[in-house]
Nanobody, 122 residues
Framework: QLQASGGGLVQPGGSLKLSCTYS????????MGWFRQTPGKERDFVAC????????AYADSVKGRFAIARDNAKNTVYLQMNNLQPEDTAVYCC?????????????????WGQGTLVTVSS
């Protein structure tokens, strides 16, 4: 149901925009989030946005550099990533939560998409 895209190789200081399409039947009414994971580590919260886009939340490590947005008419959530750094290298996954309000815990998300790899390297 969830399909992420937009990953790739970028130099430090560069930008990428990730996209994730979701089912119009449910996604447009649910919180959408982005998480990232590197080999051998836990899945980390990156950002989330409520169903109408009124509220957003970010991990401290990306605040001021990343921006989450959504377009329910296109059934798509975006993650604009600016000033990327090597520590941002990870597989980025989008997820859909059936809970209301800001959700930072992976356990609160019911549906997960396949990830897209972001590599930040010179």
């Amino acid at each position: 149901q969830l399909q992420a895209s937009g990953g790739g190789l970028v130099q430090p200081g560069g930008s990428l925009k990730l996209s994730c399409t979701y089912s119009s039947r449910t996604g447009s009414r649910h919180v959408m989030g982005w998480f990232r994971q590197t080999p051998g580590k836990e899945r980390d919260f990156v950002a989330c946005i409520t169903w109408n886009g009124a509220n957003t939340a970010y991990a401290d490590s990306v605040k001021g550099r990343f921006a989450i947005a959504r377009d329910n008419a296109k059934n798509t959530v975006y993650l604009q990533m600016n000033n990327l750094q090597p520590e941002d290298t990870a597989v980025y996954c989008c997820a859909e939560s059936t809970f209301q309000g800001i959700q930072r815990l992976a356990a609160r998300y019911r549906y997960w998409g396949q990830g897209t790899l972001v590599t930040v390297s010179s």
